[in-house]
């Protein structure tokens, strides 16, 4: 999925934020919709995870929304971590940060995230 026109880009900072992902799948096992990571779709929980990939119009990385009041099916948001965000837009006429690294937590209400 791509930013919508008129993203800019952030300075990435190392402090960890909470916020929310779509996936697909269930929740025991939630997927990535569009983009695998290391060539699967499902994904790896209770991990720090890197994005894969270069540059095109912004550096690769997790599309994460900053508010999940803007969405009307929750049941496909879950609650991340992540860091190192570097660019700022929207998707979809959402608001939305794409990070560098992002966790997942086996419990969506767990905190903190550790490895």
Same mark, same amino acid.
């Given at each position: 999925?791509?930013?919508?026109?008129?993203?800019?880009?952030?300075?990435?900072?190392?402090?960890?934020?909470?916020?929310?992902?779509?996936?697909?799948?269930?929740?025991?096992?939630?997927?990535?919709?569009?983009?695998?990571?290391?060539?699967?779709? &499902?994904?790896?929980?209770?991990?720090?995870?890197?994005? &894969?990939?270069?540059?095109?119009?912004?550096?690769?990385?997790?599309?994460?929304?900053?508010? &999940?009041? &803007?969405?009307?099916?929750?049941?496909?948001?879950?609650?991340?971590?992540?860091?190192?965000?570097?660019?700022?837009?929207?998707?979809?006429?959402?608001?939305?940060?794409?990070?560098?690294?992002?966790?997942?937590?086996?419990?969506?209400?767990?905190?903190?995230?550790?490895?």
């Amino acid at each position: 999925m791509c930013l919508d026109a008129g993203y800019r880009s952030i300075e990435p900072s190392s402090l960890v934020q909470s916020s929310f992902k779509l996936f697909d799948g269930s929740a025991a096992v939630p997927k990535f919709q569009v983009m695998p990571l290391a060539d699967k779709l &499902e994904v790896p929980l209770d991990k720090w995870l890197t994005a &894969e990939g270069g540059t095109s119009y912004y550096p690769a990385g997790f599309h994460i929304y900053i508010d &999940e009041t &803007e969405f009307t099916l929750k049941n496909k948001l879950r609650r991340v971590y992540f860091r190192n965000a570097h660019t700022r837009g929207s998707q979809d006429k959402k608001t939305i940060v794409v990070a560098r690294e992002m966790y997942v937590p086996s419990n969506p209400d767990a905190w903190p995230p550790r490895s």
